[in-house]
């Protein structure tokens, strides 16, 4: 079975085919990246718009790539939610339109879901049960993951998430959009420990999180300091040691409170190398082990959509053919894929 898979939630345009036997077959990325760096961060009415002019060229050219025809698809799976309601829709439009056409299953994917499942398309995968840290730039989730859709959350941000955090305070830094990367590529040159940013919440029992204050403490100490280039690095490195330290204190918690010492780290930030060491370190420190998805499938991809509607179409699920988008959808609320 091949399952095409097809992701519009925000500003990339993801397509990719997944075959039962074989893997991953192809996939392709158009990120919006450019369109609304002038802005300063996503323009929702923009994004859907170029989904619209991106995503039946990408199809085309993911089948291309993996020297099949049309037929060759057995099934469609989108993107149907969290995510911006009109970037959803163009993928679930599309993707309903083309299952119709094609006379082959649709079934919607929850993009959380998908990114925790992104380790899975790596050589050496996770087995089930594991503990999944989602860290996005729209969520930041702890989750115990029992099996494939049964979802324990274990904690979630109060506040910002925790990629949001790093784009927020990249911008007052004066970086561009998204600011993820070009945050941690300043805060290399930073001198450790010039700046010391609170851990937020980990001085109190539990698994949440809340990332909001650190941006404030990033501002006063820009508004408090000299503006020199040494200064701004400095100020992101203690900004990036207080998220990857509160992180790791948060999994580490988690690890003890549940006893599941296998980890998954998936989202966009997951691509960042501080916290990817500092999660490898606790895993060893902890006797587990820890999987990330390949850096390009820690952001948003296709490929990740594609696997989890595969293991959801295995699973039996169909969507109607009337379509919604969930723009807010809980990951407890979906069902085990049994
Ligand atoms: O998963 P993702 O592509 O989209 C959402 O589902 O939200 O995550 C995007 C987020 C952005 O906030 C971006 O700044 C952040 O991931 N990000 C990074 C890095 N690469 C992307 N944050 C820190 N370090 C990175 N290397
Ligand atoms: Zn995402």
Redesign the pocket.
Known sequence: MRVLGIET??D?TGIAIYDSDEGLLAHALYSQVRLHEQYGGVVPELASRDHVLRTLPLVDSVLVQAGLPREAIGAVAYTAGPGLAGALLVGVAIGRGLAYGWNVPAVAVH?MEA?LLAPMLEPDPPEFPFLALLV????TLLVDVHAPGAYTILGTSLDD?A??A??KTAKLLGLGY????A??ALAQRGVPGRYQFPRPMTDRPGLDFSFSGLKTSALNTVNAEADDEQTRADIARAFIDAVVDTLQIKCRRAIRETGVRQLVVA???S???Q?REALQELASEEDGRVYFPRPEF???NGAMIAYAGYLRIVAGEREPLSFRVRPRWPMDELTPCT
């Open positions: 939630s925000c990339e993009h990114h996005s730039g729209g969520h998430a990629g949001e790093f784009d998204p600011g993820g990367p945050l941690s989202g966009g930030v691509a960042n190398r916290l820690c952001t948003d």
